[in-house]
């Protein structure tokens, strides 16, 4: 993967990733029914360059769109990457095709100055918020955290592109855990291809010239879909020396999730990437075994012995809250477990 271009794009808290208009397609046709006689937006888009403007002007009657608002910050310039130097930025509305030619047409589109920057947490783009229905964007990864917590507060549908990492987020678990956030149907392979001018290190089955390639994304959102209601499979029984139980925690660990045993009723520990197949109706969500989210559920905090071992002998960080387990006397942590539990 691109990791070292993304990890530089976070330190400069730029996240100029463009999305490509086959990735917005792909994932946006499980929805066309949430979309009839609705207002959309898209508020982190420069809105004459943007995919996602392309894919909505020209299927906005065919989605029978009520009315598509984009906004972009700091750009007035019409190339792809501006440094957002410019300080005041401007907002599209499109109604639908006027003249029969079902082209979204420069007249038919009303360019409007906003007053400020574009930023999407200013006040004059609060208040297009508050008009659309659903929001739809790729917004800037660096800012997810607050992104997802305005549209929270707001009470709005949307879908929108973010790293799977964020699963793990303290701010953005808990809409997870209580069905007010799930994951979409997501990138092919588990990595979206983004136009994007940082230099991409992928390895070259993998490079695409123009694009950064990134692992780890996916879909975001709070419509729901066919996928959420289908159940998982469960083929496995359950044998004791197949799942290992944790050292601070009384549930088992299951390394993948294609493996949860089906006659095993008790609390699991399953990687996040379970969450690309979780059907609420199926299991429920316990909590997050990690640092403080995991001490929140009961998570003991590390014996003095095991922490210990894993700071001098193992040479590993030791943090409160985090699951692990004993394979004779060495201390086992996995990456990050959900525990769940059938219903």
């Not at 990690?290 to 210990?308: C, F, M, Q, R």
């Amino acid at each position: 993967m691109a990791k070292r271009s993304v990890d530089k794009a976070k330190e400069a808290k730029k996240d100029e990733f463009y999305t490509q208009l086959e990735d917005i397609n792909n994932e946006l046709r499980h929805y066309r029914k949430h979309f009839r006689g609705k207002t959309v937006l898209c508020n982190c888009d420069d809105p004459r360059v943007s995919n996602f403007f392309t894919y909505f002007a020209y299927n906005f009657e065919f989605l029978g769109l009520k009315k598509l608002i984009t906004t972009c910050y700091k750009n007035q310039d019409i190339e792809l990457f501006s440094d957002n130097s410019a300080e005041k930025a401007v907002y599209l509305i499109y109604e639908g095709d006027k003249n029969g030619d079902h082209i979204p047409n420069a007249e038919e589109i009303g360019v409007h100055p906003l007053k400020g920057d574009g930023d999407f947490r200013s006040a004059e783009c609060i208040e297009l918020l508050k008009e659309a229905d659903i929001i739809v964007t790729n917004p800037p990864f660096s800012l997810f955290r607050e992104y997802v917590a305005q549209l929270i507060e707001y009470d709005k549908k949307f879908l929108i592109i973010g790293h799977q990492n964020a699963l793990s987020y303290k701010e953005i678990f808990p809409l997870i855990q209580n069905n007010q956030m799930w994951l979409g149907y997501g990138f092919k392979g588990g990595a979206g291809h983004f136009i994007s001018n940082y230099e991409d290190v992928a390895t070259a089955g993998n490079h695409k010239e123009g694009m950064i390639r990134v692992s780890g994304v996916n879909w975001f959102t709070n419509l729901d879909m066919q996928k959420r209601h289908e159940s998982i499979i469960l083929y496995k029984s359950y044998k004791p020396e197949d799942y290992p139980k944790y050292e601070n925690f009384d549930a088992i660990n299951v390394n993948r999730t294609e493996e949860i045993p089906f006659d095993y009723n008790g609390v699991m520990g399953v990687p996040i990437t379970f969450m690309d197949k979780y059907n609420p109706d199926q299991f429920r969500i316990i909590g997050l075994g990690i640092a403080n989210l995991g001490l929140s559920i009961g998570v003991l905090p590390y014996k003095p012995e095991h922490k210990k071992y894993r700071k001098e002998v193992q040479r590993r960080g030791a943090v409160d809250g985090d699951l692990y387990m004993m394979k004779g006397e060495e201390v086992v942590v996995p990456y990050a477990r959900i525990l769940i539990q059938k219903k």
